[in-house]
């Protein structure tokens, strides 16, 4: 069986940021068993992206691809409210470099094929009436109207019986956790207690101040304070 291997889907310069925003208990089984899960993207709910990818495994004769998806910007509300929506969403962000270098199929998989990584275009509809695109391209590609998503992904391709694809990662790949501010103290406090049995002590576990950061709703009251003393 031939070992798993990693092609870039676009000669682009690598992210400098891997975001994955998940729910807690999909974390833990992350952590616990040091692996990330592609799906299959023809559960996808934009149907214009799993026909892309469905077209191009047709065209190449593979039989099966899977995917798992990242965001290369930091905190997006979109992510949080449709992928990480709820008291348990939260957010893994990624190095990189240690991420997509120790990136491989877990041990005693059977399956045989390929990874493919890159960062998505976002092209309008004007532009592929007008252009064509390389069938190679196609797993890579989105409508423009979905451009601040910022995607990056990785797929894996080639012959198994499975429906999804395990891939061993290392844990210090990992940077942080951020957690829901939706989810309550107590709760959460005990969650950072279970998580600092499986991460490396030097990863982060903070809170999202998204909907309410305090450093921002300060500095408007200070800005207040200083109008009204004038």
């Known amino acids: 069986m031939r ?3 990693m092609t870039k889907g676009k000669a682009t310069a690598p992210p400098k940021l891997l975001q994955h925003y998940t729910s807690v208990p999909n974390l833990l089984k ?3 068993g040091k692996k990330l899960v592609l799906g299959d993207p023809s559960r996808w709910i934009d149907k214009n992206d799993a026909f892309l990818i ?3 495994r047709k065209q190449n004769d593979i039989p099966k691809i899977f995917a798992l998806c990242f965001c290369m910007e930091n905190e997006i509300s979109l992510f ?3 992928y990480a ?6 957010r893994i962000d ?3 470099k240690i991420l997509l270098k120790v990136c491989k199929v877990s041990t005693n998989v059977r399956a045989d094929g390929r990874f493919r990584k890159g960062k998505v275009s976002y092209l309008t509809l004007k532009r592929v009436q007008r252009r064509s695109c390389q069938i190679e391209d196609f797993p890579f590609i989105k409508r423009h109207p979905f451009r ?3 995607e990056y992904r990785i797929l894996w391709e080639g012959k198994t019986r499975l429906k999804s694809i395990g891939v ?4 210090g790949s990992i940077h942080r956790i951020t957690l829901s501010a939706r989810m309550p103290a107590h709760k959460r406090e005990r969650l950072r207690r279970s998580l600092s049995l499986l991460l490396p002590r030097k990863v982060k576990v903070c809170t999202t101040t998204l909907y309410i950061n305090e450093r921002w709703i300060n500095a408007f009251k200070r800005m207040h304070n200083k109008q009204v003393g004038q």
């Open 3 to 5: 070992p798993s291997r």
């Open 30 to 32: 992350i952590l616990r």
């Open 54 to 56: 469905e077209e191009y």
């Open 80 to 82: 949080w409210e449709t």
């Open 85 to 90: 929506k709820g008291e348990n969403g939260c």
């Open 94 to 96: 990624f190095v990189p």
């Open 148 to 150: 601040n998503e910022h």
């Open 168 to 171: 061993e990662i290392d844990l």
